[in-house]
């Protein structure tokens, strides 16, 4: 059957996906082409030289077709039987980026390969953790309730996190939290996503206010929450303790560990972003990380000063949109990273409010087709490997268009298959077609 099936990859392939994966590739070149666009250039020229980043997404996107279509051609073992060596060279692979890497705006997690590109390690290991994750849960061994196998699964995603932090890839770390989709969809019980998600809340506020006013209301919370039942802690007394814990853990995180996550661990720009969000600004000479206390990065603009163009961008789009080549924002190259971070500000001002949410639509629709992949996967491997390429698409889309319109910091994370980039393109083109080919042979019990 596995024969048969990579002389006919077509057989059992989800084509729809494959012609959304087209249409996307397609817009992303043509906004690249509209942030580009220079009359007076000679475009046969550039292209033929890959002088701009126009012509160098089409190469990508040509490479990456050669790569798809290798990929279908493959054997759907083959990526159960790698799965653990994959992600073993992943890390490797980021390690030597500590040695080898080239800085690229304050990031040294790229490596310089031949014809002057470069490879974001960080990038590809996204693809190794999500097959290692699949691989790891469907060992007929692996009993997803237990609390060991959640820390073995939480520690495997967070090692190449913490190496993308170590590499100040703040934006790609946080893109490996996009995992507990899948490991919610496998049994991770719901009282992990509660305390996850009340420690967000828990941060949100310690910024909103200070710390010791949010202290007190702590304490008081918890004093009124054990006078109202201490008629039932009185014969349970236990549970007592279990208040005082939860209160010492809130009390701990507000007085100490955001100050100290914020002023030892993230560096200034990080802080400054985050703080920016919720509207508060952040005192960098407390960050003990930072050689400036102005809140930038070599020489590059404050991150308000990008989101406020961006803003300026999207809102001049209006309803119908300036048209093409007709942005005044784009063609002034007022949005900094327009190319990549920002991409989307070139679509919102040359297509406005209707473009948008068509292309909105079609990155909905196609979610929700990979997720209707992902629930017709009769092996757990291939649908574990589904969730997680649901959850990494959807973190990137979610992030980085809140990222555009100013909802999220400015982390640096590119807009799925639309954004310059030869990793990012290549990374998100691999997830993709390894899913499309573990669908096509989903009567395959893999492990």
């Given at each position: 059957?596995?024969?048969?099936?990579?002389?006919?990859?077509?057989?059992?392939?989800?084509?729809?996906?494959?012609?959304?994966?087209?249409?996307?590739?397609?817009?992303?070149?043509?906004?690249?082409?509209?942030?580009?666009?220079?009359?007076?250039?000679?475009?046969?020229?550039?292209?033929?030289?890959?002088?701009?980043?126009?012509?160098?997404?089409?190469?990508?996107?040509?490479?990456?077709?050669?790569?798809?279509?290798?990929?279908?051609?493959?054997?759907?073992?083959?990526?159960?039987?790698?799965?653990?060596?994959?992600?073993?060279?992943?890390?490797?692979?980021?390690?030597?980026?500590?040695?080898?890497?080239?800085?690229?705006?304050?990031?040294?997690?790229?490596?310089?390969?031949?014809g002057g590109f470069n490879?974001?390690?960080?990038?590809?290991?996204?693809?190794?953790?999500?097959?290692?994750?699949?691989?790891?849960?469907?060992?007929?061994?692996?009993?997803?309730?237990?609390?060991?196998?959640?820390?073995?699964?939480?520690?495997?995603?967070?090692?190449?996190?913490?190496?993308?932090?170590?590499?100040?890839?703040?934006?790609?770390?946080?893109?490996?939290?996009?995992?507990?989709?899948?490991?919610?969809?496998?049994?991770?019980?719901?009282?992990?996503?509660?305390?996850?998600?009340?420690?967000?809340?828990?941060?949100?506020?310690?910024?909103?206010?200070?710390?010791?006013?949010?202290?007190?209301?702590?304490?008081?919370?918890?004093?009124?929450?054990?006078?109202?039942?201490?008629?039932?802690?009185?014969?349970?007394?236990?549970?007592?303790?279990?208040?005082?814990?939860?209160?010492?853990?809130?009390?701990?995180?507000?007085?100490?560990?955001?100050?100290?996550?914020?002023?030892?661990?993230?560096?200034?720009?990080?802080?400054?972003?985050?703080?920016?969000?919720?509207?508060?600004?952040?005192?960098c000479s407390q960050n003990?990380?930072?050689?400036?206390?102005?809140?930038?990065?070599?020489?590059?603009?404050?991150?308000?000063?990008?989101?406020?163009?961006?803003?300026?961008?999207?809102?001049?789009?209006?309803?119908?949109?300036?048209?093409?080549?007709?942005?005044?924002?784009?063609?002034?190259?007022?949005?900094?990273?327009?190319?990549?971070?920002?991409?989307?500000?070139?679509?919102?001002?040359?297509?406005?409010?209707?473009?948008?949410?068509?292309?909105?639509?079609?990155?909905?629709?196609?979610?929700?087709?990979?997720?209707?992949?992902?629930?017709?996967?009769?092996?757990?491997?291939?649908?574990?490997?589904?969730?997680?390429?649901?959850?990494?698409?959807?973190?990137?889309?979610?992030?980085?268009?809140?990222?555009?319109?100013?909802?999220?910091?400015?982390?640096?994370?590119?807009?799925?298959?639309?954004?310059?980039?030869?990793?990012?393109?290549?990374?998100?083109?691999?997830?993709?077609f390894i899913l499309l080919?573990?669908?096509?042979?989903?009567?395959?019990?893999?492990?």
């Amino acid at each position: 059957m596995a024969e048969t099936n990579n002389h006919n990859f077509s057989k059992g392939t989800d084509l729809a996906v494959i012609l959304l994966y087209l249409i996307m590739v397609a817009v992303g070149v043509l906004c690249i082409f509209m942030v580009e666009y220079n009359p007076n250039l000679n475009w046969s020229n550039t292209f033929l030289t890959a002088k701009t980043n126009f012509s160098k997404q089409i190469y990508f996107s040509i490479f990456c077709a050669f790569i798809a279509i290798f990929i279908l051609l493959l054997d759907s073992k083959v990526f159960t039987a790698f799965a653990n060596l994959s992600y073993v060279a992943g890390i490797l692979l980021m390690l030597a980026t500590f040695v080898l890497g080239k800085n690229i705006n304050g990031s040294k997690s790229w490596i310089p390969i031949a014809g002057g590109f470069n490879l974001q390690p960080a990038e590809l290991c996204k693809i190794f953790t999500a097959l290692f994750l699949a691989k790891f849960i469907s060992k007929p061994e692996t009993d997803f309730k237990k609390l060991k196998s959640h820390l073995i699964a939480g520690a495997a995603i967070a090692l190449p996190a913490i190496l993308s932090i170590m590499q100040h890839e703040m934006g790609l770390a946080l893109v490996y939290s996009a995992f507990i989709f899948a490991m919610y969809r496998e049994g991770l019980p719901p009282v992990i996503l509660v305390v996850l998600l009340s420690f967000a809340i828990l941060v949100i506020a310690t910024l909103l206010l200070e710390p010791t006013v949010l202290a007190i209301i702590l304490t008081v919370i918890a004093g009124l929450f054990i006078f109202s039942m201490i008629k039932k802690f009185k014969r349970n007394k236990s549970k007592i303790l279990i208040v005082v814990a939860i209160w010492g853990v809130c009390f701990g995180t507000v007085r100490f560990a955001v100050p100290y996550i914020f002023n030892h661990v993230f560096e200034c720009y990080q802080s400054t972003r985050i703080y920016s969000m919720v509207g508060k600004e952040y005192d960098c000479s407390q960050n003990k990380k930072s050689a400036s206390s102005s809140g930038e990065r070599h020489g590059k603009k404050p991150d308000d000063y990008n989101v406020k163009q961006s803003k300026i961008a999207i809102g001049s789009g209006g309803f119908w949109g300036r048209g093409f080549l007709k942005g005044t924002q784009t063609r002034g190259k007022y949005v900094p990273e327009q190319h990549t971070d920002f991409i989307f500000t070139s679509l919102g001002e040359a297509f406005g409010f209707v473009g948008t949410f068509i292309f909105l639509g079609l990155y909905l629709f196609f979610l929700f087709r990979l997720i209707r992949i992902a629930e017709r996967q009769r092996s757990s491997f291939s649908r574990v490997y589904a969730y997680s390429v649901v959850g990494i698409f959807f973190f990137h889309i979610a992030v980085n268009i809140s990222m555009t319109i100013g909802l999220f910091p400015v982390v640096g994370i590119p807009l799925p298959l639309i954004s310059y980039g030869g990793s990012s393109l290549l990374t998100f083109t691999v997830l993709l077609f390894i899913l499309l080919r573990l669908d096509a042979d989903r009567q395959m019990v893999l492990r």
